[in-house]
């Protein structure tokens, strides 16, 4: 299941704004379409998917702690 934020592009500039905690996030294609959701340290995880080349839109929501971001990632599978 698809988290329910609008997408913004994968970017330096994104991730400036991504907060340094737990969550889970969601990478996507240009066309909208989602590539697949994982949960984790929300500016580290996402500073690898754009250095790999992982996705070129993301969404996110952000957990209060690693087991509560693995339990949103439970809901969202």
């Known amino acids: 299941m698809s ?3 609008p997408w913004k592009p994968l970017s330096k500039e994104t991730l400036r704004a991504v907060p340094d905690r737990y969550g889970v996030y969601e990478l996507g ?3 909208g379409n989602s590539l697949g959701v994982d949960a ?3 500016r580290d995880e996402l500073k ?3 250095a790999y080349g992982d996705g070129s ?3 996110w929501q952000v957990a209060t ?3 509560h971001a693995e ?3 439970d809901d969202h599978r």
């Open 29 to 31: 294609d240009d066309d």
């Open 65 to 67: 702690s690693r087991e």
């Open 40 to 42: 984790g340290p929300l």
């Open 3 to 5: 988290l329910r934020k």
């Open 48 to 50: 690898e998917a754009l």
């Open 71 to 73: 339990s949103m990632l």
């Open 57 to 59: 839109t993301v969404r």
